[in-house]
């Protein structure tokens, strides 16, 4: 298989891989959910498919997981390719802290993720 780079209009993406923020594993829980193409992303809910992907896995997903759904979707729905994290802001916003009305078992998610995420970036600007 060819590596297609990532597409910088949501048009011209052809496989969930050339999706910015999406990798292989990423990749595969879209496919896992039945989304095939990244046209496949255009109308969805990013929280439904965050809970979809949690029922799925029955596993609590790391919030940064909804950050990229949100980051997909907007990037297809016409929205420039900006990082996960620059949805960080605007999910707690909307959605709250989700670990704790999440109804899984799992261990709350800690933040440890979108720490390392702001050290390496404060590491890059300093």
């Keep these: 298989m060819i590596k297609r780079p990532k597409a910088t209009r949501g048009e011209d993406c052809q496989t969930l891989e050339q999706l910015p923020n999406v990798g292989p594993a990423m990749a595969g829980d879209l496919r896992a ?3 095939h193409q990244p046209q496949d992303l255009r109308g969805q809910d990013p929280l ?9 896995t029955g596993t609590r997903q790391d919030p940064c997981v909804l950050d990229t759904f949100m980051a997909i979707v907007d990037f297809m729905e016409g929205g420039p390719p900006r990082p996960w994290w620059s ?20 261990p709350a ?5 979108e720490r390392a995420r702001r050290e390496g970036a404060n590491l890059r600007a300093g």
Excluded: I
């Design 87 to 106: 949805f960080t802001a605007l999910r707690k916003e909307r959605h709250g802290v989700l670990h704790l009305d999440s109804p899984l078992t799992a």
């Design 109 to 113: 998610w800690d933040g440890s993720h």
């Design 48 to 56: 439904a498919l965050y809970r979809r992907l949690e029922a799925l």
């Design 33 to 35: 959910m039945g989304l």
